[in-house]
C-alpha cells in the first residue's frame, strides 16, 4: 500500500497571531472560511483542500518551508486586488514555464508571519 491514489485533504499553515492571521486568510485573501476553535485553529477551504491555519503550542517553532500555491484564472486581477488591499509580492505576476500550448504565471507574496504563498496561473499563450 502507497499513497497512489491519496489526495490532499488538508494543509496547516503554521501563525503567530491568531485573530491577525483569522483576518488576513478570511478577509484580505477571501477564503471561505469554515470554523474556529480559538485560540488555536481556524479552518478555510480552498477548492477541495481544507486549510488550517493554526497557531503553535508554546515552545514548538514554526517549520515554513513549503510554499502554498493558489491556482487563478485571472493572475492579474487578483494581484491588483491583493496588492491594493496591502499584500506585499516579491515581483509581479511573471511567466516562470512556457510550452507550445500553455504558460505558467507566478506571483510570489508571504502571509504576516513569513508563510511563502504564491498565486499560479496556467492559461493558452497569448495570440494563441
Given amino acids: 500500500m502507497n499513497l497512489s491514489n491519496a489526495t490532499v ?15 488576513f486568510y478570511r478577509d484580505v485573501l477571501g477564503l471561505p472560511f469554515l470554523f474556529s476553535a480559538p485560540p488555536q485553529m481556524a479552518f478555510f477551504m480552498c477548492g477541495t483542500v481544507r486549510l488550517l491555519v493554526g497557531v503553535l503550542p508554546a515552545g514548538q517553532a514554526a517549520q515554513r518551508g513549503s510554499a502554498v500555491y493558489f491556482k487563478v484564472q485571472d493572475i492579474r ?11 506585499a509580492f516579491s515581483a509581479d505576476p511573471h511567466l516562470v514555464h512556457r510550452t507550445p500550448t500553455s504558460e505558467l504565471w507566478l506571483a510570489e507574496f508571504t502571509d504576516p508571519d513569513g508563510n511563502r504563498l504564491a498565486l499560479m496561473s496556467e492559461a493558452a499563450p497569448a495570440g494563441a
Fill in 77 to 87: 486581477g487578483v494581484f491588483s486586488s491583493l496588492k491594493a488591499q496591502g499584500v
Fill in 9 to 23: 485533504a488538508q494543509i496547516m499553515i503554521p501563525i503567530e497571531d491568531f485573530d491577525r492571521g483569522v483576518s
